[in-house]
């Protein structure tokens, strides 16, 4: 054993031949039969009188862990024939140029074929659902893309905007019979009410430690919600919400229904249409208002936060307001995504709102690339419309899913399109290496 | 200096970190229009004086005056961005500090901040593009242009500040803290790192700024061919209070400076002290 507990990443020879790659896979191996040995080989049930019934598995034990020595020689062989340079050589320069010369007609291909997604796709209802909800956490990203792409400030507690903007909504529209229309606004008010009351407290907080109070400030709203049974039902949640309405008319079967009025036969899918409009026009407009103000003293006063603080402070910036309305902006949008959420499920509950919801806006946002929305915009439809894609694989589902994820981080360190753009040019804009963007510290 | 036209004054100035006095009592004066150097060995407490000037320390005694248009503003009851806003009080740092991932025209643009915010009617008027907002944009690309050409940065103007070599930098972060349109410049060791012939344009520059916008300068130094060439008056601190101060060349004769910047042992330079008081 004496050899393998010798350091496996010894800088002073990179390129030490046989030796150093089978001592690294070595190690790998003896790593993954420790991990492995109680996990697959060993393993334990409960018998039928409760007692502990336990066989082994040596032979997948083995088989895991020979994987696990040649992957490693292979990985090893790989990443000297690349040379220093690493994986971001894996793909050829080329290939790059190409997929940056395609880049520019990405989004408006995109933005025309989510268009005429309810034509082409009328007759599947599975799909129309999907793209609703891809387009639901396209938002949700761009919202928290605000916060922690443009201002650096890392957000853990998002669901909480999302989730005060559907309980308002939902509260409203059940409470005081208020429609759809008239609450959207409110709800996107209220939570950035909320969004500018969580910035006092963790304005003077950075990087770790924000991230730790906005996680907290996002798991006290939703036990707030599970415990103010009198207001929130509790735990039962909010059922039978009210369906948004077109110009007032319901998009329901009956005389009073939109159908009725216009003297075609009514059909569940036109509500679905419907729906899947709405948030698109949500969405449209998020991403709209998010470009304009990247242009505006306030956007880049938020990149430059991202920036350098200490350097902003110096140049006049209030970084307390900017860092609100950074927080303000990300929840009205969070709270819009909540309120539409609410009309589309009908009825709500807590168990919608938990922080895998948030980890898995802020995965987007940080797959997308920080601060891009048309990489933001990818990174949705890969993580909830690729997470659909690979519903055949069963069990292996997350296996894949994860894999995918580790591959595209170390391909793309820093997200689908790292790079930025530059809000304003005398000449031609260039874009910036994302080596020099930071990420901001909180 | 009876009667001169003092831009900021600063009185009996203390700044203490628990035990320790990084400035003691400190007392020197600027003169409008005119560039004033702080010079001293490493750790007599220039860039503390520097923090507290520019707000990020608050002092613990003392006053900071500064005579502005308006009447005075004392500085040691603003802080954070207020210096830069109100007092209009510009500086730079040490280690640089550009925003290095936007342009160089983003980083003069950002600095226009609170004029742009309030032109873009704090955002929602912005927000739609409107005329009023798109010309107030417009002059604030001229004056950023303005400045890019004053530093000889013009055709770089579209490229990461984080791109530049270092001097293109050092005279970026002067750039940027012009475009506050600051009444008061500090500088925290502008020449350092800079070759010969960049220190040279570095000068040039500060004595035009001084000529042609009429801002008084203040400036921290290490490289005493800068302060000698272009300061009009030299204070030097030594372990937090002033041990001298006057035009360049009594500076630089100044046996107590000398003492200081040699490093004569305790007696000597306390011998020294003495037998001037």
């Known amino acids: ?442 | 200096m009876s009667g001169a036209d003092h831009i900021l004054s600063v009185d009996r100035l203390s700044m203490r970190f628990g035990g320790i006095v990084a400035v003691n009592e400190l007392s020197f004066a600027a003169e409008r229009k005119k560039i004033t150097a702080l010079i001293g060995p490493n750790g007599a407490g220039k860039t503390t004086v520097f923090n507290c000037i520019t707000g990020f320390y608050k002092p613990t005694g003392g006053t900071m005056r500064l005579a502005a248009d308006s009447g005075a503003i004392a500085l040691e009851r603003l802080n954070d961005f207020r210096i830069s806003k109100l007092a209009r009080v510009a500086r730079t740092f040490q280690n640089i500090r550009l925003f290095p991932g936007m342009t160089v025209l983003e980083n003069l643009m950002v600095a226009q901040h609170n004029t742009l915010m309030r032109a873009s009617g704090l955002t929602f008027l912005g927000l739609f593009g409107v005329p009023s907002w798109r010309a107030a944009e417009k002059r604030a690309i001229e004056h950023a242009t303005f400045w890019l050409n004053r530093i000889g940065l013009y055709d770089r103007a579209d490229d990461a500040a984080g791109n530049l070599a270092y001097g293109d930098q050092r005279r970026l972060e002067i750039a940027r803290a012009m475009c506050t349109e600051p009444v008061l410049l500090c500088l925290d060791e502008p020449a350092a790192g800079l070759n010969a012939r960049e220190s040279a344009a570095l000068s040039e520059l500060l004595l035009s700024i001084r000529a042609e916008q009429g801002t008084s300068i203040l400036l921290i130094e290490h490289d005493m061919s800068v302060v000698m060439e272009i300061s009009d008056h030299v204070v030097v601190m030594d372990y937090g209070v002033k041990i001298a101060e006057g035009a360049p060349h009594e500076v630089r004769d100044d046996p107590r400076v000398i003492a200081a910047y040699l490093g004569a042992d305790e007696e000597e330079a306390i011998a020294v002290m003495e037998s001037d008081t």
Request: glycine share 12%; net charge positive.
């Open chain 1, 1 to 442: 054993m004496g050899r393998v507990t010798a350091s496996p990443t010894d800088h002073k020879h990179p390129q030490a031949g046989i030796a150093f790659i089978l001592k690294k896979a070595l190690v790998s191996a003896f790593v993954a039969l420790v991990l492995f040995s109680l996990m697959i080989g060993v393993r334990t049930e409960a018998g039928p009188n409760g007692q502990l019934i336990y066989w082994t598995r040596f032979g997948e034990l083995a088989t895991l862990v020979a994987i696990v020595f040649v992957g490693s020689i292979v990985i090893e062989l790989v990443r000297q024939w690349l040379g220093p340079a690493g994986a971001s050589q894996l793909v050829p320069a080329p290939v790059q140029t190409g997929f940056a010369a395609a880049g520019r007609f990405v989004a408006p291909a995109l933005l025309i074929f989510t268009l005429l997604v309810p034509v082409i796709f009328y007759h599947q209802r599975y799909i129309l659902d999907l793209a609703i909800l891809v387009l639901t956490y396209v938002m949700l990203g761009w919202g928290l893309n605000v916060v922690v792409g443009l201002a650096g400030l890392l957000d853990l507690g998002y669901v909480a905007f999302y989730a005060v903007g559907a309980y308002s909504y939902a509260l409203l529209a059940t409470t005081f019979g208020l429609s759809f229309w008239i609450c959207l606004p409110l709800a996107g008010i209220l939570a950035s009410l909320w969004g500018v009351m969580l910035g006092f407290p963790v304005l003077r907080l950075r990087g770790d430690y924000l991230a730790i109070v906005t996680l907290a400030f996002g798991e006290i709203i939703r036990l707030v919600i599970v415990n103010w049974q009198s207001l929130t039902g509790g735990p039962n949640g909010i059922s039978s919400i009210p369906r948004p309405t077109l110009f007032g008319f319901p998009l329901l079967p009956g005389p009073n229904g939109l159908a009725a009025k216009l003297g075609i036969a009514f059909d569940p899918t036109h509500r679905l249409v419907f729906l899947f409009y709405i948030i698109l026009a949500m969405a449209l407009l998020t991403n709209w208002v998010t470009i304009r103000l990247r242009r505006l003293p306030i956007g880049r006063a938020w990149e430059a936060l991202r920036e350098d603080e200490v350097a902003c402070r110096a140049l006049g910036i209030n970084t307390t307001t900017t860092k609100l309305t950074a927080f303000a902006t990300g929840a009205l949008f969070g709270g819009f995504a909540g309120a539409f959420f609410a009309t589309r499920q009908g009825f709500i509950s807590p168990e919608s709102f938990t922080f895998q919801e948030s980890a898995l806006v802020l995965a987007i946002v940080v797959l997308g690339g920080m601060g891009s929305q048309l990489g933001v915009a990818l990174a949705a439809l890969a993580m909830i419309g690729g997470f659909e894609l690979f519903r055949g694989l069963e069990q292996y589902r997350m296996l894949v899913f994860g894999i995918a994820m580790v591959v595209l981080m170390i391909w793309r360190p820093r997200g689908i399109i790292g790079h930025r753009a530059p809000t304003v040019y005398l000449k031609q804009a260039q874009t910036i290496s994302s080596d020099l963007v930071k990420e901001g510290h909180g």
